[in-house]
């Protein structure tokens, strides 16, 4: 089941779940149901009816472009500076100029906010190669375009995060990191589309990817933990996983508690057998996952090293980021 948020993002949810909408003021809302949604293209803003890219934009036709999901809380960004070093990582490897710098980029991210009147929401980054020609060369396009899309997201209901997901082992592999690397975050993500149809004729809310060698690597659009007699393990960043944001939150977290995380190669018994499995996106945030394959894992329900997360993880997103309005 999927969900899109007034702005027109697009978030995966848990089947036969509602969404909850974050809590409004009645004016605000009014005011931001007369107002379209103002997109940023190349400089300047569009109402979402008018934002529009070129069909001969490489972004569109070869998936040739990268981007960045980014939420803001209370009013902050969150984890901005780090979303922005991924982004120019991601650029640097295949070989995409971004056409401004990261302050100018920083400047305009939040400008979109401000312009949409939003304290919390989703932001989308985009940078495409740009406009070239039906051919594949990228030597053709001469200016990479850029996007950034806000909106007010569909989050998980707070029951998901009490009673957890279910995933399934999908037959898609995650892309091998000679082909095309996962750790650039490319507009190519059919690798990931494939698994999540998958997931959707399952009827689970997710799917677990192996890598070639068998090992767990992530599921469509999250990084995945266990937890095992009090540790933390997850699978390594050579194994196919996204070097996630959240990812790095949890690192910190787990050290604010003294509890050990190992990065280590996972197989699907590893789950299986896990006292406590979690996920971890920007979307998602951090959430419990309670049965794979069929099988329960642990005791079925959310365990109490993932309530710790989930807990604290909410506290860091309410205090901490980039300040819009200042």
């Known amino acids: 089941m999927k969900t899109t948020n007034a702005g027109g993002t697009v978030i995966d949810e848990p089947k036969s779940r509602e969404a909850v909408k974050p809590a409004v003021h009645k004016a605000t809302a009014a005011k931001r149901a007369t107002k379209p949604s103002q997109i940023y293209v190349d400089g300047k803003f569009y109402a979402e009816g008018e934002a529009k890219v070129s069909v001969f934009d490489h972004g569109l036709l070869y998936g040739d472009g990268i981007f960045e999901g980014i939420r803001f809380y ?7 500076e780090e979303h922005l070093e991924r982004l120019w990582d991601s650029a640097r490897s295949i070989l995409l100029e971004i056409p401004m710098s990261q302050r100018a980029m920083t400047e305009a991210l939040l400008e979109t906010i401000r312009q949409n009147d939003l304290r919390e929401g989703y932001i989308r980054l985009i940078v495409t190669r740009g406009v070239g020609n039906l051919g594949l060369n990228p030597e053709q396009c001469k200016t990479p375009s850029v996007i950034i899309i806000t909106a007010q997201i569909a989050l998980y209901p707070e029951t998901v995060y009490r009673n957890g997901l279910s995933v399934v082992t999908c037959a898609t592999r995650r892309t091998n990191p ?5 750790a650039v975050k490319s507009l190519n993500y059919l690798n990931n589309v494939m698994a999540r149809i998958e997931a959707n004729l399952a009827k689970a809310d997710e799917a677990l990817m192996l890598n070639d060698e068998g090992n767990v690597a992530e599921c469509t659009a999250d990084n995945v933990f266990i ?8 699978p390594p960043i050579t194994a196919g996983a996204l070097r996630g944001i959240t990812r790095s939150v949890v690192f910190e977290i787990a050290a604010e508690t003294g509890i050990k995380v190992s990065e280590t190669d996972i197989t699907r018994h590893d789950v299986f057998i896990a006292d ?11 959430i419990p996952v309670v049965k794979a394959d069929g099988r329960p894992i642990g005791t079925g329900k959310p365990g109490p090293i993932t309530a710790r997360m989930v807990a604290r993880f909410r506290e860091m997103t309410r205090e901490t980021g980039t300040p819009i309005y200042s």
């Open 276 to 286: 406590e499995c979690f996920l971890t996106g920007t979307a998602a945030e951090i």
């Open 74 to 80: 209370n009013g902050r960004v969150f984890r901005l």
């Open 178 to 182: 000679s082909a095309l690397n996962p």
């Open 227 to 234: 937890v095992k007699r009090g540790q933390i393990f997850t």
